[in-house]
């Protein structure tokens, strides 16, 4: 377990390595970030599983290495975009903080072998833990733990899953091969590429547009649901 309890800890090059079961913890106005001050970094956190990262993982203070003033508050204008990537085996990552960097969010599992995969988990346990930029799944699943809806910026998933009960608010989804089961929302268009299979099987309120370049992208709908959305058929199948 580590405890940093109401202080700030910057990674200023590299990432965590994180034994199997542990525990990253921090007291009200915490932060976790990367890089400094620079202007942009990458936090990684590369691991053995079961990890849960109770701190508030932030944006780094900029070229001028100041914070705002108020505790857990807002960043000056010339913070320092961080991105964060989970990567390893099949580790899982648990978040329980309230996450306010800017950068993107990387799941990158290890290459699929025969046999199977299971791919880097992340999992949100509050909507506080979910951040607006991007995600990119290049190998894993992202799982929505709770009665609330993840709002997050533009989602590309390579190869994975992504899964409920929460619901997803993305404003944009690039798929090339995976499962979406977690209830989509909002308008975020849908364009699926490459010609893998991918499906989706809970857009029930999903009022988004939907555009098929590759591959299959099934759509399973329960009996009695109704698909109102537009479709466009370009190269592929549905």
């Known amino acids: 377990t580590l405890n940093i309890g109401a202080n700030t800890l910057n990674i ?19 932060r976790l970030t990367a890089g400094g001050a620079s202007s942009s970094a990458e936090l990684f956190f590369h691991g053995s599983g079961g990890v849960t990262i109770n701190t508030n993982i932030t944006d780094n203070p900029g070229p001028d290495g100041q914070y705002d003033p ?19 085996g099949q580790d899982t990552y648990v978040l329980t903080g309230s996450n306010t960097y800017s950068g993107t969010t990387y799941l990158n599992g290890p290459v699929p072998t025969y046999g199977g995969w299971g791919g880097v988990t992340l999992t949100y346990n509050s909507a506080a833990a979910v951040t607006l930029g991007p995600v990119v799944i290049n190998l894993g699943n992202l799982v929505i733990n709770g009665s609330f809806t993840a709002f997050t910026g533009p989602i590309t998933l390579r190869m994975g899953t992504i899964s409920g009960p929460g619901s997803l608010d993305a404003s944009s989804y690039a798929i090339e091969s995976g499962t979406i089961s977690a209830p989509l929302i909002g308008n975020g268009r849908i364009t699926k590429t490459t010609d893998q299979i991918a499906s989706l099987s809970n857009i029930v309120s999903f009022t988004g547009s939907i555009t ?27």
């Open 12 to 30: 200023q090059s590299g990432g965590m390595l994180v034994a199997y079961g542990s525990t990253i913890n921090g007291l009200p106005g915490n």
């Open 70 to 88: 108020t505790p857990g508050g807002p960043l000056d204008a010339d913070n320092g975009v961080v991105s964060v990537v989970f990567d390893a």
């Open 212 to 238: 098929i370049n590759g591959g299959t992208l099934s759509i399973r709908m329960l009996p009695g649901q109704n698909f109102a959305n537009s479709v466009d058929l370009e190269v592929g199948t549905l």
